[in-house]
């Protein structure tokens, strides 16, 4: 395993200097999902929820929480994207939406905090629109898929939660 780098001689928390490190194109993929009762997963679909279209007000609650990441993340670069998206897909034989955040950018440092938090708050903006019909559903499994770029190089995971 790798040093942990967010510490100084200290033993204190702080943010890496990344001021040496080259630009590179830098891409990474995170996943989730929320579990729920198929009756709240029919309401999603057919859009009948009191708060509106739960995947496109998802979908952009996903966008913003990747470009927030380094105002939630106290170690996190601020970092200039440029692109993200979110994608759903609904697995009825599971009762589930499942998330995916792509994020991309050319800088010092990789975006896996950014498609990761991008997927976290898309799933907690499902939860909250839904929670009037459901309280019990279930955020879990997210995980880093793929990452490319940088000096650590690529990375893909090997099973899918």
Known sequence: MSELTHFNKEGRARMVDVSEKADTVRVA?????IRMKPE????????ALA???????????????AKRTSDLIPM???????????????????????????????????????????VSIAALT?????KAAEKSMVIGDICLVSKSGGKSGNYLRETQP
């Open 40 to 47: 709240t997963l029919a309401l999603v679909k057919q859009g």
């Open 51 to 65: 708060k509106g279209d739960v995947l496109a007000v998802s979908q952009v609650a996903g966008i913003m929480g």
């Open 126 to 130: 499902i939860y909250d629109m839904c």
């Open 76 to 118: 996190c670069h601020p970092l200039l994207l440029s692109g993200i998206d979110v994608s759903f897909n609904i697995n009825d034989a599971e009762s589930k939406v499942e998330i995916e955040a792509t994020v991309k950018n050319t800088g010092q440092t990789g975006v896996e905090m950014e498609a990761l938090t991008g």
């Open 29 to 33: 993929v995170a996943r989730g999902e």
